[in-house]
């Protein structure tokens, strides 16, 4: 009952009075529901490989985003966890309720690997690096075929649930509480760490912050989720393979929060909600497939180059100059310390 | 064999040479990772692919059209494109990236996926320690190592190779002493492409065209910077060869060995990170904000 009133409290005084979150908060609703209308198993596949995505995305955002480690291997992680979770379910008999956080677990060892180095790497120089970690890993892959299957992966991983439903509830209710803790943790004074590594590392080592330490827990936070995304992905889809590791896959995290918006944490969910669908509704014209993505990809970001989910939250909402809290556009007062707003 | 590895890996190591030199070039000048660079490359290719091909154009001819044709457009594409969201790093990432992407699949809605060849612009060779040599191969080699002395020329002795580096070294100082940043960037790219079309072009009668050709030099161009060090044409020149070599080995030692080319060359530029992360001539961009 407190719990209720709390979340009644909550929705009135935080989502309410501000347009994009009352549409986010109704498209969660609507997505919450959306097994009531149709149980279409393709398109509740979309839906759960959106989920996956959304978190691993958003994992992306978290690094490159907030603390400016563009890494452009992020793939890694995700691989590492889905041959993870996909060896210890065949060779051991896990159930994936077990191997999805023990393969996260191993992705975040991967992030402190590829973070202990990456200390002494700057912008290009870094991005470059992490490039190149998740192709080498694929030559092991492929060298140890008898263990990872080689080219052709491995197969027959078991299911995350019984039901196609059921995996949609499963991925939907996994994605809004990671979504939410990754929110969280960039609200928090980690957060405010993290945003100033990426503005001037130079001062915040300068105020007595232990930057090594907290770029080392972006990593391990990063890989963290993106592993978690990763080691549902290979329960869903119910094959690991050398496709986890592609740069392909690193890059199409970068993508979807570059067209969300960077460094939001909602731009990537954003970004994923509209390209996995647009991307799967260009499948009725195959030819012509990455061609339009392409163009699309380069229209938004000419135009929008903050991002979809930046450009539309700047349009319906501005900022109390005095509280810096957010207002609906509508409002002549804050709704926090009743200052004035101007219109325009 | 050695002699087979020479002449494949100095022909190699030209034509990365020539990539690395134009984006080198541009990531010091404009502060941009253009990873377009190697489509106009492919662009380059295709031009000449189709001129020759189709219309029957004199190679000759063809090369100096698809050399124009390719500057301007990556010059548009620039202007157009990716130096009005230049302020966001990322986002000029994706842009470059996108517009490779485009560029593949417009050359694969066209001319399909098919390997394809241009004829060689003159005919016959000679033998050099057992090793056959064509002409046109020899023409290439001269033509790479003709322009990249041009290249040196233009920077060490020219008000503009001056103004090229000085913007390469500090882009506020430069600014402060009277040059003017945005048209050096501007012409920056445009010699950038330039030198992305001649390689495109000299080695389209020796390499089989295809859409996705782009792909395996971005990922050594890509390594030849960082072990050459960021911004530094010397650097990239030198790099450029010793990876050339390490693949061309590589390939012709290792079973299965053309699998492995990309991910060796990624190798080397790890190692290079890991001891000395400026590069061999790089220089440190510590003070940079």
């Keep these: ?344 | 064999m050695l002699a087979n590895i020479f002449v494949m890996g100095l022909l190699n190591g030209c034509v990365y040479a020539l990539l690395a030199a134009g984006f080198s070039l541009i990531f010091g000048v404009g502060r941009i990772l253009h990873l377009t660079h190697t489509a106009y490359y492919m662009l380059a290719a295709y031009i000449i692919f189709h001129l020759v091909g189709a219309a029957g154009v004199s190679p000759v001819l063809a090369v100096f059209v698809s050399v124009l044709a390719t500057t301007i457009g990556g010059v548009l594409f620039y202007r157009l494109l990716i130096e009005p969201v230049r302020e966001h790093e990322t986002t000029v990432l994706i842009m470059t990236l996108a517009l490779a992407m485009f560029f593949q699949e417009v050359m694969l809605l066209i001319f399909g996926g098919h390997f394809r060849g241009v004829p060689a612009m003159v005919g016959g060779f000679t033998t050099i320690w057992g090793v056959k040599v064509t002409y046109q191969y020899v023409l290439s080699m001269v033509t790479i190592v003709f322009v990249l002395a041009a290249v040196w020329l233009l920077l060490s002795k020219t008000r503009l190779g001056i103004a090229l580096r000085a913007t390469a070294q500090d882009r506020e100082v430069a600014n402060l002493m009277g040059i003017n940043v945005g048209l050096t960037a501007t012409l920056a790219m445009l010699i950038a492409v330039a030198l992305a079309a001649i390689a495109g072009a000299v080695v389209s009668p020796l390499y089989v065209l295809e859409p996705a050709m782009w792909t395996h030099p971005l990922v050594v161009v890509l390594a030849v910077v960082i072990v050459g060090g960021m911004g530094s044409i010397k650097g990239s020149i030198m790099a450029a060869f010793i990876l050339a070599f390490a693949e061309t080995l590589i390939v012709f030692l290792v079973p299965n060995g053309a699998f492995l080319r990309g991910a060796f060359s990624l190798f080397i530029m790890l190692v290079v990170l890991m001891l000395r992360p400026e590069g061999l001539y790089g220089v440190f961009f510590e003070g940079e904000r």
């Excluded at chain 1, 970068?254 to 918006?261: H, L, P, R, S």
């Excluded at chain 1, 380069?298 to 450009?311: D, K, Q």
């Design chain 1, 1 to 344: 009952m407190a719990l209720f009133s709390w979340l009644i409290k909550y929705l009135s005084k935080e989502v309410f009075p501000l347009p994009t979150r009352m549409f986010a908060f109704v498209c969660l609703v609507f997505l919450l529901f959306l097994p009531l209308l149709t149980r279409d198993p393709y398109l509740l596949r979309i839906l759960i490989l959106a989920n996956i995505f959304a978190v691993f995305a958003a994992s992306w955002d978290l690094l490159s985003g907030y603390v400016g480690q563009i890494n452009l291997g992020h793939a890694l992680f995700f691989g590492v966890s889905a041959y993870a979770s996909a060896i210890l379910n065949l060779k051991l008999g896990w159930p994936p309720l077990l191997t999805v956080p023990a393969g996260a677990l191993l992705a975040v060892l991967a992030g402190l690997v590829v973070g202990v180095p990456a200390l002494r790497l700057k912008g290009p120089y870094l991005a470059l690096a992490t490039l190149a970690l998740p192709v080498i890993l694929m030559g092991v892959v492929f060298m140890f075929p008898g263990l990872t299957g080689g080219e052709l992966g491995i197969s027959g991983v078991a299911r995350l649930a019984k039901t196609r439903v059921a995996e949609y509830y499963f991925t939907y209710f996994l994605m809004v509480a990671l979504i939410a803790i990754i929110w969280k943790i960039t609200d928090s004074r980690v957060g405010l760490i993290f945003h100033a590594i990426r503005e001037d590392e130079i001062a915040v080592r300068a105020s007595g912050i232990n930057t090594t330490f907290y770029k080392l827990l972006a990593f391990c936070l990063s890989g963290l989720f993106a592993g978690l995304a990763g080691g549902l992905y290979a329960h869903f889809m119910r094959i690991a393979g050398p496709a986890t590791l592609e740069m392909v896959t690193s890059f199409q995290a970068v993508i979807w929060t570059i067209f969300g918006g960077i460094a939001t944490v909602y731009g990537p969910v954003v970004g994923v909600f509209i390209l996995v669908p647009v991307m799967e509704l260009l499948r009725l014209v195959p030819e012509v497939r990455m061609l339009a993505f392409a163009l699309i990809l380069i229209l938004v970001l000419r135009f929008l180059p903050e991002g979809i989910a930046s450009w539309v939250q700047d349009r319906l909402e501005k900022e109390c100059p005095r509280c810096k809290a957010r207002n609906a556009f509508t409002r002549r007062q804050c709704r926090v310390c009743f200052a004035p707003l101007e219109n325009g």
